[in-house]
């Protein structure tokens, strides 16, 4: 500590965050402190990062979700990495994407995890998600999914998939049947979408779920 020892709310929250990291392998929101930590404001979490980042205990990502990184762990930091969050996709009715390029766009928002979040693989991404049609795999509408960048994958992996005739990129899983392909939602309320190969291409598959805590 920079001049001063830490709180014994400063060292509550240090505690919180570093279980929760161990636990889910992300940092925590500032929310997600209020709760855990049973802090009474937004602005008493804020007010205390703030110290801790200061006394160098923390550093603060302001652009990138959840970008809380601790600094003097003693019990062990895991290693985190930054990946880029590069839009959203529907795992619901396709939604549109302007091209199949856009995945190699600039990142509006970054996030950080722990780098055994990405299962050591080198081209990670990640991608907000929108709808419920996976809600029966865990991935509901406002998770954050983790993709491995690949162009192929195996019968009954989680793909983001691009449908090229309509333009429209979804979240489901994929098999092959025959002469044709069925992208499958996790939802028994919702109906596959059928459509041949050469109309999809795989722009990733999922390694990781961030889930979103209301």
Known sequence: MTGRSPSLKQERILQFIRKFIDARGYPPTVRDILKGCKISSTSVVAYNLARLE?????????DISRGIELVANRSGNRHT???PI???????EPIPVPDSDVWETVAAEELVITEDLTRNKQKVYALKVRGNSMIDALIKDGDIVVMENVNSADDGDMVAAWLKNEKEV???????????????PANAQLQPIYT??????VQGKVITVIRHLA
């Open 54 to 62: 200061v006394a160098g205990r923390i550093r603060r990502h302001a």
């Open 81 to 83: 990495v930054t990946i």
């Open 86 to 92: 590069v839009g959203e996709i529907a795992a619901g």
């Open 170 to 184: 979804t979240l489901k899983k994929l098999f092959r049947e025959n002469d044709r392909i069925r992208l499958e």
């Open 196 to 201: 041949t190969p050469d109309n999809v291409e």
